[in-house]
C-alpha cells in the first residue's frame, strides 16, 4: 500500500496513498477518490461523475460543492496502464492536493509498477465527430483516428514550439508520464506575487527562461529530461484530464494550439457521449 508524500501546489506538505489489487469475484475494475476515506467519485461512473463541478487554478480541481480533489491529473494519466484493476487513492483530508512528487507521473509510475505489472494494451473509445474548439489566444479541432494522436503547439513568454506523438501502447506513454511540470520565470513571479504555487519547491518541476524561440534555460541547475520535454508535459496534461473519469483515451487526432486544462476539460464533455459506461444507471 504506498503512501506518496511531497508539496504540493499549496501546501509544503502533501500525501496520498495508492492501492492497487485485482478485482473481486464481479466486481468491475475502477479507480475510486477518496477524501481521507470519504468517497468523492470512481471512474466510469459518468451519471454522478459528470455532475461533478470542474474548476482550474494551474492545475485541475474536481468536486461537489463540499470538497474537491486538486491536481489529480498526473496519477490519472499513469493508472491508464492499470486499468484491469481496483485501485484506491485517498488523498489528505487537510491539503485535498495531491503530492507534486517531481512534477511529472513518473515517481507514481517507479513505485507502483514493481508490485503491478502494466496491462498489456490500452483502451480505447471511437468517436464520430469533427470539431473545433476556439478560445482567445489558441484552438483545438479534434477528429476520429485510428488511436490517440496529439499535436500540441504553445506560444508562450517568448517561446514557440511543437509536438506530435501517437499512443497505441503502453510503453508509448512512457515518455509523455515522464515530462515535468514547468512554468516560465514572469509566470511563476507573478504567481507568488498574488499568494499563489505556496508549496512549491525547486524540486517539483522546470522553472524555465526563454532563450531563443524554441529554446529555454533551465534555471536552478537542472537540464530537460529529453529535447520536448515542454510540449509532452501538455500532452501529460491533456491524457490525465481525459482519463480522470474513464480509463480509456478516444480514438482522436487532437490538434490543440496554446491549450490548459479548460480547453482539455470542454473537449472531454464533447466526446464523453462516446464512452460506454461500466456503471450504466
Same mark, same amino acid.
Given at each position: 500500500?504506498?503512501?506518496?508524500?511531497?508539496?504540493?501546489? %499549496?501546501?509544503?506538505? %502533501?500525501?496520498?496513498?495508492?492501492?492497487?489489487?485485482?478485482?473481486?469475484?464481479?466486481?468491475?475494475?475502477?479507480?475510486? /477518490?477518496?477524501?481521507?476515506? %470519504?468517497?468523492?467519485?470512481?471512474? /466510469?461512473? *459518468?451519471?454522478?461523475?459528470?455532475?461533478?463541478?470542474?474548476?482550474?487554478?494551474?492545475?485541475? #480541481?474536481?468536486? &461537489?460543492? &463540499?470538497?474537491?480533489?486538486?491536481?489529480?491529473?498526473?496519477?490519472? !494519466?499513469?493508472?491508464?496502464? /492499470?486499468?484491469?484493476?481496483?485501485?484506491?487513492?485517498?488523498?489528505?483530508? +487537510?491539503?485535498?492536493?495531491?503530492?507534486?512528487? @517531481?512534477?511529472? !507521473?513518473?515517481? /507514481? *509510475?517507479?513505485?507502483?509498477?514493481?508490485?503491478?505489472?502494466?496491462? +498489456?494494451?490500452?483502451?480505447?473509445?471511437? #468517436?464520430?465527430?469533427?470539431?473545433?474548439? @476556439?478560445?482567445?489566444?489558441?484552438?483545438?479541432?479534434?477528429?476520429?483516428? @485510428?488511436?490517440?494522436?496529439?499535436?500540441?503547439?504553445?506560444?508562450?513568454?517568448?517561446?514557440?514550439?511543437?509536438?506530435? *506523438?501517437?499512443?497505441? !501502447?503502453?510503453?508509448?506513454?512512457?515518455?509523455?508520464?515522464?515530462?515535468?511540470?514547468?512554468?516560465?520565470?514572469?509566470?511563476? &513571479?507573478?504567481?507568488?506575487?498574488?499568494? $499563489?504555487? !505556496?508549496? =512549491?519547491?525547486? &524540486?517539483?518541476?522546470?522553472?524555465?527562461?526563454?532563450?531563443?524561440?524554441?529554446?529555454?534555460? =533551465?534555471?536552478?541547475?537542472?537540464?530537460?529530461?529529453?529535447?520536448?520535454?515542454? $510540449?509532452?508535459?501538455? =500532452?501529460?496534461?491533456?491524457?490525465?484530464?481525459?482519463?480522470?473519469? =474513464?480509463?480509456?483515451?478516444?480514438?482522436?487526432?487532437?490538434? #490543440?494550439?496554446?491549450?490548459?486544462?479548460?480547453?482539455?476539460?470542454?473537449?472531454?464533455?464533447?466526446?464523453?457521449?462516446?464512452?460506454?459506461?461500466?456503471?450504466?444507471?
Amino acid at each position: 500500500m504506498p503512501n506518496f508524500e511531497s508539496c504540493s501546489l %499549496s501546501f509544503p506538505l %502533501s500525501f496520498a496513498q495508492v492501492t492497487l489489487r485485482k478485482p473481486l469475484h464481479n466486481e468491475k475494475p475502477c479507480v475510486s /477518490w477518496f477524501i481521507g476515506d %470519504s468517497l468523492l467519485f470512481k471512474s /466510469w461512473d *459518468l451519471q454522478n461523475n459528470l455532475s461533478l463541478v470542474w474548476n482550474v487554478q494551474r492545475t485541475t #480541481i474536481i468536486g &461537489n460543492g &463540499n470538497t474537491f480533489i486538486s491536481s489529480p491529473e498526473h496519477l490519472s !494519466a499513469a493508472l491508464l496502464l /492499470w486499468h484491469h484493476l481496483c485501485i484506491d487513492i485517498h488523498v489528505s483530508e +487537510k491539503t485535498r492536493e495531491l503530492p507534486l512528487l @517531481d512534477g511529472s !507521473a513518473r515517481d /507514481w *509510475l517507479e513505485h507502483l509498477r514493481p508490485r503491478n505489472p502494466f496491462s +498489456k494494451e490500452l483502451l480505447f473509445y471511437e #468517436i464520430e465527430e469533427l470539431f473545433r474548439i @476556439d478560445f482567445s489566444n489558441g484552438f483545438c479541432i479534434v477528429e476520429p483516428s @485510428d488511436t490517440f494522436e496529439v499535436e500540441y503547439s504553445l506560444e508562450q513568454e517568448g517561446f514557440s514550439d511543437s509536438a506530435f *506523438l501517437s499512443i497505441y !501502447a503502453p510503453e508509448d506513454l512512457i515518455s509523455v508520464l515522464n515530462a515535468r511540470t514547468f512554468i516560465f520565470e514572469n509566470q511563476f &513571479n507573478k504567481a507568488l506575487a498574488q499568494g $499563489l504555487l !505556496a508549496g =512549491v519547491s525547486e &524540486n517539483s518541476g522546470l522553472l524555465l527562461r526563454p532563450v531563443k524561440k524554441s529554446e529555454v534555460e =533551465v534555471l536552478r541547475n537542472k537540464k530537460l529530461r529529453f529535447e520536448q520535454e515542454i $510540449l509532452y508535459h501538455k =500532452v501529460l496534461d491533456l491524457v490525465g484530464d481525459l482519463s480522470l473519469f =474513464v480509463q480509456e483515451l478516444p480514438m482522436a487526432k487532437i490538434r #490543440i494550439h496554446n491549450g490548459g486544462h479548460i480547453v482539455h476539460h470542454q473537449i472531454f464533455k464533447r466526446l464523453v457521449k462516446y464512452v460506454h459506461s461500466r456503471y450504466p444507471a
